[in-house]
């Protein structure tokens, strides 16, 4: 039988949850889908896409072993540091300007050139977004790693797959005044059930 997850729920929908979550509040306002446009107009779309996938992975591998580190040093005090986590991201995702940076024209490298350099352009900024958040305060809460990094994972990978095939034209296509509210209420309703567990 597959590992309980959320709230005593099957593996699945702790990866669905994760999944849903994550891909919402990292849709909203983030700069990376920017930067992942722009270098796919840099580089070869499948090595900017393998580059970003390790660091996507390595980035929600951070996320959930932060989550469940936070579980075992504040024990019952976790589940309200969860919804803390997830009120606070649905306050930022529905706070946060949107503005999209100017992508600049870039010079053609060699292949290993172009996967350090759209590695590093996802791994090492951006740390402690809306998306890392949440995926940290489900890991938390539910006590089920895989699922939670499976889901933030996937999330990032289809983020990532969207910016590179729609370039800089998803923002035209996914509305901001959609898919702020969305991500709110996605995030608060996680947190109103991180709360419900308390009592």
Known sequence: MLDAGLWGVPFSYVLLAAYSTVLVAELVGDKAI???????????????????????????????????????????????????????????????????????????????????????????????????????????????????WLGGTLALMSKGGLAIILGLRLRHRLPQRLLRPLASVSCCLLGVLALLRVG
């Open 34 to 148: 920017y930067t992942v446009a722009s270098l796919a107009l840099r580089f070869r779309p499948g090595l900017v896409f393998g580059a970003i996938t390790v660091a996507f992975m390595g980035k929600m591998l951070g996320a959930v072993l932060l989550g469940r580190a936070a579980s075992h040093v504040l024990g019952r005090w976790t589940t309200l540091a969860s919804a803390a986590a997830l009120f606070a991201s649905a306050l930022f995702i529905w706070l946060k300007e949107a503005g999209a940076p100017p992508v600049k024209p870039l010079a053609s490298v060699n292949w290993s050139r172009a996967i350090a350099v759209s590695f590093s352009s996802l791994f090492f900024t951006e740390w402690g977004d809306a998306g890392q958040v949440a995926a940290a305060a489900l890991a938390a809460q539910t006590h089920s790693l895989l699922p939670v």
